[in-house]
């Protein structure tokens, strides 16, 4: 049986930068960021999926690393994963997505 994918995404509004830092294997610095997404629909690979009323427009925060300059860009499309995208649909907060 396969497992339904469903991912939303939004439009980013803010990005706040904590100063909390990790560094990878190969010396890149990341920055937790705290990104406001306002939800507007799910991912194009679902297509058939329709957002329901009290979400579209529902404003979330969404923890991300952020270490490239493009990380860091506002009016882009973030999508959410799986388990954040069920924890919205769910109204559930979780480490990554809360609101």
């Not at 920055?31 to 507007?40: A, D, S, V």
């Not at 999926?49 to 427009?57: D, F, R």
Request: aromatic residues 10%; proline residues 3%; hydrophobic residues 30%.
């Amino acid at each position: 049986m396969t497992e339904k994918i469903r991912k939303l995404q939004g439009t980013v509004h803010e990005i706040a930068r904590t100063g909390e830092f990790k560094v990878d294997d190969e010396g890149n610095r990341w920055e937790k960021c705290i990104f406001t997404i306002e939800l507007t629909n799910f991912s194009k690979r679902t297509p058939n999926e329709v957002l329901p009323p009290h979400i579209k427009g529902k404003k979330i925060k969404l923890v991300r690393f952020c270490c490239f300059d493009w990380h860091y860009k506002l009016g882009i499309r973030k999508t959410l994963d799986c388990d954040e995208t069920e924890a919205v649909l769910s109204n559930v907060r979780s480490e990554t997505v809360y609101w």
